[in-house]
């Protein structure tokens, strides 16, 4: 019997368990200090009232035998494809109902796609990045290419002609360094996708941050995107559902690659392995796309923008260079005084007991960079701030 030993190849996520470490320990040994974190990638508000009712709703008719739902659609329910349709006619773009797959979230969706690819395809990961993308791709034992994003290029590494890469991962806004690619950036990844007969794995999960017209939300709005691209959207972050669990992939019908279609591939696949996301979410979900759910999604969007815009404004007013917190959530800041990763840490933590996180723990270009998020209390950011411009 032999186990998949790709696995052993892994690193150990340690970045977030060494976090909480330290912190415990600080805080075991400072019991009267108030620590705040910055460092958190998830939500604090709670779910918005138009969800709320739809949930309840919809948890009573699953409690009533004339409209109790069983098993779902592979694909999820037509209301709520039609919804996201919708959302997406007001950028401007037209999807058809079968090029939308209602998932649990865009992390299972962004390594499960690998299914549907042969494992000898190389791909092509940006450095820093998300861990999801690196870990499923070594579980599966791919040759893993990676491109520097760094201060040269401000965090948005462009296509490369001497790299040949099947699969190319790109996250704009990006988690980590907050970067957002504009039109033309995007234009020149798919002109390479198409020349190369590539597939690029787009992650817009942070899309509703973007607050500059002129900045692409999502990669159809570049020519021919929809021949080259697969994008994955989350609403955990545009609408509090990272404990409730929904997203949506779209995988447009004139992908296709070595004669097949990759979305009658994905949904043979999804159809084998997945039953669908629950009836109640779903409604949950649809509510998040009604004029009011749309309203209170931006209205909290528009709260951790706040956060985002005083963090900027506090680190322009110390000098400290930074990406990131125009049209992300997150703001990804050089250390000052040559600090690495893990010195800042400990001196945010132990001097202003304030925690953010390592950049060298998304990759070896996070080195000597810093990630705050402004996905906080509007408080305690405020008062993170003001001990940040005490200290440094
Ligand atoms: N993609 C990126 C870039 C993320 O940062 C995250 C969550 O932090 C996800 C995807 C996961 O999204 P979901 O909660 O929809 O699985």
Known sequence: MNINRNYLNLQDSYLFARIAKS?????????DKKVISLGIGDVTLPLSKSVIAALSAATLEMGNAETFKGY???EGYAFLRKAFCDYYAGKGLTLELDEIFVSDGAKSDVGNMLDIFSEDNTVLI????????????IMAGRNIVYMDANDGNSFKPLPDKNVKADIIYLCSPNNPTGAVYNKAELALWVEYALE???VILFDSAYEAFVCDKSLPTSIYQIDRAEQCAIEFCSLSKTAGFTGTRCGFTIIPKALTRSGESLNRLWLRRQSTKFNGVPYIIQRG?????????????RASVAYYMDNARVIADTLTKLGIEFTGGH?????????????SSWEFFD???TKMNIVGTPGAGFGKNGEGNFRLSAFGNRDNVAEAMKRLEENL
């Open 23 to 31: 912190v415990n320990e600080f805080k075991a040994q400072n019991p």
């Open 72 to 74: 779902g659609d592979y």
């Open 126 to 137: 940006p450095d820093p990045v998300y861990p999801v993308y690196v870990d499923t791709n």
């Open 196 to 198: 190369n007969d590539a």
């Open 285 to 297: 979900a649809e509510a998040v796309f009604s004029p009011e759910g749309l309203a209170e999604a």
């Open 327 to 339: 049209n992300a959530p997150y703001v990804w800041l050089k250390c000052p005084d040559g600090l």
């Open 347 to 349: 001196k945010l933590l």
